[in-house]
Structures are given as structure tokens and as C-alpha cells.
């Protein structure tokens, strides 16, 4: 079908536009080692079977921008061109072509480029970029473990560095949960420096979060506070790397709550502030734990064991884990130690350790003692052995300066029993 005069530049406009439409998206696909012509596209001007596709949609470009041209040739150069048309062209001839192609704007052309359409995800591929592409492993949309969101979590990655257990992490729900959703850079990073400067060590940090994995739902100026309230109570920072490592919870709790503990140890123990914070620094959970233990461990010493509240106060700056001791480990070994060794008050309130001591222990050794005839505990009489020396030392030395016997004579009596 012939087209008029008026049709003729449109109709080569379209063309132009389509072929370099086709030549900028197989160039993509396809890319060679070859001139560089925009965004990455490269295009090696070789005639070959597998891009002679690619060079007719160059060659429709060039013919387009030269139909003026062609026009204008007397018909002897056309004949001439016609019959060179029909034979390959050389590498020479198509050099001198591409340099005749007219330049366009720019801009113009970096925007037609960039309104060109994605390519298909059904763009057929070659079996060699086939078999270069890597696919990540799915993520599972629901798990009952940490375990399989680690390669896909650069958080959970890093946690597992610093040491911390997501084993342990995992039991509970909302926690694991936290975890997924947190941003190492912008939730973690500003924890982790926040604890390293309150003194845990590197080498604690994974045993702490482990343990207060819910200190990364709290709010960090809040956690600041809460230090701030321990200095002003006098609490040096040793102190506060101290109680935060032995107690992980206790930058949880608010700063109302923490001023609540410590007026209750002062006003029930009628300690003075020293003491009390000696107190909570050596048993820091005292401040995080529950206090119905406690209340009920000082009706037990007051009421049950007949001990008077000064001889209380002794025994638990001394020893801080009787206040949160069992109460039937307590009576059994009051027991034994009052009525069957027949100590009085006065003495075990000198060595409270006695209460920290394992029962079978002291009864082992005291009946030992007795089956040599050395159980003697008056320090008004000779061969005196005080309760400290009975519970703290070990078997060899128990045997050798207590005992006056060999370690072989102690197992041989205990098979006896």
C-alpha cells in the first residue's frame, strides 16, 4: 500500500522510535563485551547468526535517517547502491554508516529510555544465565524456631555473635517475635553501647540479653533514668555494672519501684543507709524478686528460731541469701545444728554460714567427729572447732587438722551411714 507525502515522516518517526525501542532491550538481555552505549547497554558490531537481529534493527535506524539523503542520488548511484546493498557490507563501510547517524538531544533520549517497559519475568533466558542465578531459600511464614530466620536476619545474625542463646529466646513467643521485627542499626546498636557504658563487658553481653531479652521493648531515656536514680543514691558505677549483671531485670523496674525496695529493706531490717546498699549491692535481686520470701524468712528467725532482731541484722549482712533462704532448709538445719550439736544462739549468729551450708554436709562431718570423740564446739574448752572450720574447709583439710585422721578413714565411715 502506498503512503502519501504527509504519512512519510510519521511512518519513519515510529520506525525510528520501535527499532531503537528493540535495540536498547535485546542489548540488556543480551549484553556482549563491546561499546558501551547507555545505562549499561553494550552492542559488538559483528555480523554473526546470533545478533543479526540486533544489527537489523541499527541498520533500520541508520536507513531511516538517511532517506533525504538517498533521495537526492542521481539513479546511477542508485543502481550502484542497490547492487552493493545486496552483498554483506564490510566492516569499513559500516563504520563509515554509523558515523553518518545524526545525533539526537540527549535528554531527549535518556527519557525515552527510561519509559521503555520492564521486561517480562517470562523473558525467555539462555541455560548459561540460567544456571548463574542463585535463589535465596524462602522464609518460612510461620516457625517454632529462631533457627530458621537466621540467614534471612542480619539482627538475629549478629545476637548470635555477641553470644546470646536464641534457644532459650524462642520459648517465648512475643519475645521471638520482637526480635524479628527489630533493625540492628536503629533498636540494638544504641542498647548494646547504652549497657557497655553502664560496665558489662563484651563478654557479658550475650549471658545478659539472653537472660532480659524484654529490655529491648523498653525505652532507652527511661533505662538512662534508672541509672542516674542508683548514682544519686550514692551507688558508685562499679556498684551499678555489679547489681545490673547479677540481676538483668533490674533496669526494668521503674525508678518508684526501686525507691520503694530500698525504703522497705531500711525500715525493715532498721538498717542505715549504708548498710542497705551494701546489702542490695552483694544480693542485687533483693531489689527485682518478690518480697513474700522475705517477710516470711523474719517471722520465721523472729518467731520459730527465737532469734533477736540485733543478731538478725548480723546475720544477714553477713550472709544475704537468708533472707530469700528456703524456710524448710532453714528449720532442718537450725535444728540439727541447735538440738543435736547443741550450739547455742550466740555462737551460730557468729558464723551464720552455717545457713548456707548444706545439711548432710554438717551432719557427715559432726558425726564423724563424734565417732572419733572430737565433737567439741565450746570455745571455753580445749579442742575447740568452731562452725566456720566444720562448713567452709575442704575434705583434705577437714581431715588432716580437724579430724586428726586420714581421707580414706572419712569415706570408709561414711559407707557406714
Given at each position: 500500500m502506498a503512503l502519501s507525502a504527509q504519512q512519510i515522516p510519521r511512518w519513519f518517526n515510529s520506525a525510528k522510535l520501535r527499532s531503537l525501542i528493540n535495540a536498547a532491550q535485546l542489548t540488556?538481555?543480551?549484553?556482549?563485551?563491546?561499546?558501551?552505549?547507555?545505562?549499561?547497554?553494550?552492542?559488538q558490531p559483528q555480523i554473526s547468526s546470533d545478533n543479526c537481529f540486533l544489527q537489523w534493527g541499527f541498520k533500520t535506524y541508520k536507513t531511516s535517517?538517511?532517506?533525504?539523503?538517498?533521495?537526492?542520488?542521481?539513479?546511477?548511484?542508485?543502481?550502484?547502491?542497490?547492487?552493493?546493498?545486496?552483498?554483506?557490507?564490510?566492516?569499513?563501510?559500516?563504520?563509515?554508516?554509523?558515523?553518518?547517524?545524526?545525533?539526537?538531544?540527549?535528554?531527549?533520549?535518556?527519557?525515552?529510555?527510561?519509559?521503555?517497559?520492564p521486561l517480562s519475568p517470562m523473558q525467555p533466558i539462555s541455560e548459561e544465565e540460567a544456571i548463574q542465578i542463585i535463589a535465596d531459600p524462602p522464609l518460612p511464614p510461620a516457625s517454632f524456631t529462631l533457627r530458621d530466620y537466621v540467614d534471612h536476619s542480619e539482627t538475629l545474625q549478629k545476637l548470635v555473635l555477641l553470644g546470646v542463646d536464641l534457644s532459650k529466646i524462642e520459648k517465648h513467643t512475643e519475645a521471638a517475635n520482637l526480635l524479628l521485627r527489630l533493625d540492628f542499626e536503629k533498636d540494638i546498636k544504641?542498647?548494646?553501647?547504652?549497657l557497655k557504658d553502664v560496665g558489662i563487658k563484651d563478654n557479658q553481653l550475650g549471658a545478659f540479653l539472653t537472660k532480659n531479652h524484654a529490655i529491648f521493648s523498653e525505652d532507652l531515656e527511661n533505662l538512662k533514668i534508672r541509672v542516674a536514680y542508683l548514682h544519686s543514691k550514692n551507688f558508685s558505677k562499679a556498684?551499678?555494672?555489679?547489681?545490673?549483671?547479677?540481676?538483668?531485670?533490674?533496669?526494668?523496674?521503674?525508678?518508684?519501684?526501686?525507691?520503694?525496695?530500698?525504703?522497705?529493706f531500711q525500715k525493715e531490717l532498721e538498717l542505715s543507709v549504708k548498710k542497705t546498699r551494701d546489702l542490695v549491692v552483694r544480693l542485687p535481686r533483693l531489689l527485682t524478686g518478690s518480697l513474700e520470701p522475705v517477710k516470711e524468712n523474719m517471722k520465721v528467725y523472729r518467731l520459730e528460731l527465737g532469734f533477736k532482731h540485733n543478731e538478725i541484722q548480723h546475720m544477714i549482712t553477713r550472709i544475704p541469701k537468708m533472707l530469700t533462704a528456703n524456710k524448710r532448709k532453714l528449720t532442718e538445719t537450725f535444728d540439727f545444728v541447735h538440738n543435736v550439736m547443741s550450739i547455742p544462739h550466740h555462737i551460730i549468729v557468729k558464723f551464720p554460714q552455717v545457713f548456707n551450708t548444706r545439711l548432710f554436709k554438717i551432719k557427715e562431718r559432726h558425726l564423724f567427729l563424734s565417732y572419733l570423740?572430737?565433737?567439741?564446739?565450746?570455745?571455753?574448752?580445749?579442742?575447740?572447732?568452731?562452725?566456720?572450720?566444720?562448713?567452709?574447709?575442704?575434705?583434705?583439710?577437714?581431715?588432716?587438722?580437724?579430724?586428726?585422721a586420714s581421707v580414706q578413714d572419712f569415706d570408709k565411715f561414711l559407707k557406714t551411714l
Open positions: 540488556k538481555c543480551f549484553t556482549r563485551p563491546g561499546r558501551t552505549l547507555l545505562h549499561g547497554f553494550s552492542a535517517s538517511l532517506w533525504n539523503s538517498s533521495e537526492s542520488t542521481s539513479s546511477s548511484s542508485q543502481e550502484n547502491n542497490s547492487t552493493q546493498s545486496s552483498l554483506l557490507p564490510s566492516m569499513d563501510e559500516q563504520s563509515q554508516k554509523t558515523q553518518k547517524i545524526p545525533s539526537f538531544d540527549s535528554e531527549l533520549f535518556l527519557e525515552e529510555l527510561d519509559e521503555l517497559p544504641q542498647m548494646l553501647l547504652f556498684d551499678v555494672a555489679q547489681m545490673v549483671t547479677k540481676a538483668p531485670f533490674l533496669l526494668n523496674f521503674s525508678v518508684e519501684r526501686l525507691d520503694n525496695r530500698l525504703g522497705f570423740g572430737r565433737a567439741q564446739y565450746d570455745p571455753a574448752k580445749p579442742n575447740y572447732i568452731s562452725l566456720d572450720k566444720l562448713v567452709s574447709i575442704p575434705d583434705e583439710i577437714f581431715c588432716e587438722e580437724i579430724a586428726k
